[in-house]
């Protein structure tokens, strides 16, 4: 059974801090990581990839992998009122003929202006 | 680049009606996927296709859901004989590559009266 992982939340992080949501993963085959951004009543919204371990920087954001722990986390810089939403981490084992996500429920984040 | 289309956006049915909702991917994309997400959940595959073949079907696609997508270019998804536990959120998602980048569209919002 694959299982992705995540802290429900809701966090709460004042304006300007860093925001720091984290997920496991239980595949060790798996290969591709994603984290979605996801507003109420709207639709996942890719915000990072990242394949390999080691951090992935973007902007604001930086995606951290540990395969050998199984571990993948994101961190939000200068966190803004409008990081305000539901992210969601995703998991593809790329193995076989599987090429679908695995989602965990998503942390519900809140940025305290 | 136009992004994922999905249609309709929103759709009322009573038990037992059929649904079909579309999706257009991005249009180099060869690669499409359905999701289902309901309240509080992340989104949970369903199936994939590479052009026009489907190549991976998750169990939660049961025999009254049936997916197509004749030309490689926009798939339908069909739910026959419809349930209120079919009220959810369907998402359709396109990628360039196995393992690669998925990227959403708006989603159909299904509601069974």
């Known amino acids: 059974q694959k299982e992705v992982e995540q802290n429900s939340g809701p966090l709460s992080v004042p304006e300007g801090a860093i925001a720091s949501l984290n997920c496991t993963y239980s595949?060790?085959?798996?290969?591709?990581f994603f984290w979605y951004r996801q507003y109420s009543g709207k639709s996942p919204e890719l915000i990072m990839s990242?394949?390999?371990?080691g951090d992935k920087e973007d902007g604001r954001f930086t995606a951290q992998l540990n395969k050998a722990s199984q571990y993948v986390s994101l961190l939000i810089r200068d966190s803004q009122p409008s990081d305000s939403a539901t992210y969601l981490c995703a998991v593809n084992i790329g193995e076989g003929g599987a090429d679908g996500l695995t989602f965990g429920k998503g942390t519900h984040l809140i940025i305290q202006p | 680049d136009t992004g994922v289309s999905q249609d309709p956006r929103h759709k009322i049915t009573k038990r037992g009606q059929n649904v079909t909702f579309r999706c257009d991917p991005i249009?180099?994309?060869?690669?499409l996927y359905w999701y289902r997400q309901t309240l509080g959940q992340g989104p949970e595959f369903l199936t994939y296709?590479?052009?026009?073949?489907?190549?991976?079907k998750s169990r939660l696609l049961s025999d009254r859901f049936s997916a197509e997508r004749p030309k490689g270019s926009f798939s339908t998804l069909e739910i026959q004989r419809t349930e209120q536990g079919d009220s959810a959120m369907y998402l359709c998602?396109?990628?360039?590559?196995?393992?690669?980048?998925?990227?959403f569209g708006p989603g159909t919002r299904l509601t069974v009266t």
């Open positions: 249009s180099e994309h060869n690669r």
């Open positions: 595949d060790r085959v798996s290969q591709s």
């Open positions: 990242i394949y390999s371990n």
């Open positions: 998602a396109s990628s360039l590559a196995r393992g690669g980048e998925q990227y």
């Open positions: 296709f590479q052009n026009e073949a489907q190549l991976e």
